[in-house]
């Protein structure tokens, strides 16, 4: 009898903490579904600025404008389409734009789960002391600890993460941050960069194909980060 009772009593923990990893795992899922939903509107507004902004004549605007709206939505046929529309040859790193085809919040919300689930798989492990289940749990919640640091890693990427579009008619890319510089690069309006330190009157960037330089602050703009 009592051995019947130990066994009830453990078939109800482990009852109860895969109705907490499943009920964990649907809130991440409706949350994430919704916000997904809320940032598509913010960026089909951006493309609406954007496009505005094409029909004036003014690309560098444009350009601006479609990447505010990919940092909201960047898997979004519009945007992308919008973007491409511009005829601006793509001057941003490879490594950053894959990336960033998952947002911050996406990528907080894998964390979230991921955090729950080896946490969750950690308590199977104390529950359950048969080998073989102890093996299974042992890998899941290794799993999802690596998911967990994945998921952390993108979030405070795309934090630090910072791209400027050229919004002058054209920029010239410096060796050195002053104005008698050996000229490196011109680029022309609606360029993407990545944008660094400030020195004086000038912006560090980095180009796509590996040149960096410095060009100067009125002629290109941050692009923001969402909720920044």
């Known amino acids: 009898m009592s051995k019947l009772l130990q066994l009830s009593q453990k078939a109800r923990a482990r009852v109860a903490v895969l109705g907490m990893l499943c009920a964990v795992l649907l809130a991440t899922a409706g949350a994430l579904r919704h916000l997904v939903r809320g940032e598509r509107g913010q960026a089909l507004a951006f493309v609406d600025d954007g496009q505005r902004a094409m029909a004036r004549g003014d690309r560098g605007a444009a350009v601006l404008s479609y990447e505010r709206a990919r940092w909201f939505a960047p898997r979004d046929e519009a945007v992308r389409a919008a973007i491409a529309g511009t005829g ?16 911050a919040h996406e990528w907080l919300a894998i964390a979230v789960a991921s955090g729950w689930i080896a946490g969750l798989g950690l308590v199977f492990l104390v529950l359950r002391r048969e080998s073989h289940a102890r093996a299974t749990t042992t890998w899941l919640a290794l799993a999802a600890g690596s998911a967990f640091v994945v998921a952390m890693a993108g979030v405070m990427e795309s934090s630090a993460y910072s791209l400027g579009v050229v919004t002058a008619n054209e920029a010239r890319v410096l060796v050195a941050p002053y104005s008698t510089a050996t000229l490196e690069e011109s680029l022309p309006s609606g360029s993407t960069v990545i944008v660094g330190s400030v020195f004086g009157g000038f912006r560090h960037v980095q180009l796509g194909d590996g040149t960096a330089g410095w060009v100067g602050q009125p002629t290109i703009e941050t692009v923001a980060l969402p909720g920044g």
Do not use: N
């Not at 601006?88 to 947002?103: D, Y």
């Open 88 to 103: 601006v040859k793509e001057m941003e790193p490879i490594v950053p734009r894959a990336l960033h085809l998952v947002t």
